[in-house]
């Protein structure tokens, strides 16, 4: 039986992959894909996901726009690492269809059914939103990118999805149902590397557009931290609720940092139960990144 998922989204190179992942997954029934503000504004991260639905052939699949700026801060996008149209790089054919006339939270509303998971791969306002309007009935579960256990991308602290909206972030930890978190420490161990890219390549059309999303996108990751490859984040989030036995999660509570402009947006993961705060999030630790590059090779290559 297929998983009812609704993709929230900010396209975005690996954005971008995941929604091919999920296209081409037939434990998937995509409900529809939201947008949000983050890589780029929300224009231009809507319009990235009709172009590559319109790459695929898929433009009957609903694009719903949703939040453009975060709860409370300031808008921040990331054009350092996904350039000015937030999916610079690789040739895009113009959209055929437009996103449909809902804003993300009533189209959510209208589409979810019982067991949908929600699968989060942006900043987390439109996910903030929908549930202070509607609750958190027919929600599955949440499985999100966005955090780390260690680390930070945005800053030393923080990780940039939860950065952008630790508001959201905060009140979607804190929902009552369940919450996975794919953060850094899990997608910065696998990297797809040249030799990953010239496979997909070889697959042929569709598998030429990921190696060349990830030709730009690893420019910022070689750049900063030395890598001959690039994660490949959202995808692991989408990956990991259709397979989740690619990435192992430990049971922790996780709380967001609100308050103070140093660790903004920190994911504070009791990792090693040093406070009585109930765990309510399942913690990605590990991944097994030939697993997951196999998947993702095989999905991409029937597209
Ligand atoms: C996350 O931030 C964005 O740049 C990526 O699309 C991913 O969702 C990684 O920190
Ligand atoms: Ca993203």
């Not at 890219?197 to 557009?209: K, S």
Request: aromatic share 6%; glycine share 8%.
């Amino acid at each position: 039986m297929s998983i009812p998922i609704v993709l929230d989204c900010d396209p975005g190179h690996d954005d971008a992959i995941a929604l091919l992942l999920a296209l081409a997954s037939p434990e998937v029934e995509l409900l529809g894909v939201t947008t949000v503000h983050g890589n780029q504004t929300l224009e231009k991260t809507t319009e990235n996901a009709l172009r590559v639905l319109e790459l695929v052939g898929r433009s009957d699949v609903p694009v719903a726009p949703g939040a453009d700026r975060p709860l409370l801060r300031d808008l921040r996008v990331a054009a350092h690492v996904h350039g000015e149209s937030g999916l610079d790089g690789p040739e895009l054919p113009a959209a055929t269809a437009g996103p449909v006339d809902e804003p993300a939270i009533d189209f959510i509303a209208g589409r979810i059914r019982a067991g949908t998971v929600l699968v989060a791969v942006g900043p987390l306002t439109n996910i903030a939103l929908y549930l202070e309007a509607h609750g958190t009935e027919n929600i599955e579960r949440i499985v999100l990118m966005g955090g780390a256990i260690a680390e930070g991308n945005m800053t030393p602290a923080a990780e940039f999805n939860i950065w952008a909206d630790p508001e959201a972030a905060q009140r979607v930890f804190h929902c009552g149902r369940p919450v996975t978190m794919i953060g850094l420490d899990v997608t910065h161990k696998a990297l797809l590397t040249h030799e990953w890219a010239e496979r997909f390549r070889a697959t042929g059309r569709i598998g030429t557009f990921v190696a060349e999303l990830v030709d730009f996108f690893k420019r910022y990751h070689a750049h900063t931290y030395g890598w001959d490859g690039a994660p490949i984040h959202d995808a692991v989030a989408l990956a990991h609720a259709i397979r989740p036995s690619l990435v192992r999660t430990e049971h922790r509570n996780v709380e967001i940092e609100v308050e103070s402009e140093l660790c903004r947006g920190r994911t504070v993961v009791d990792l090693w139960r040093r406070t009585e705060r109930p765990p309510n999030a399942d913690v990605g630790v590990d991944i097994d990144g030939d697993a997951f590059f196999e998947l993702l090779l095989e999905r991409v290559a029937s597209l």
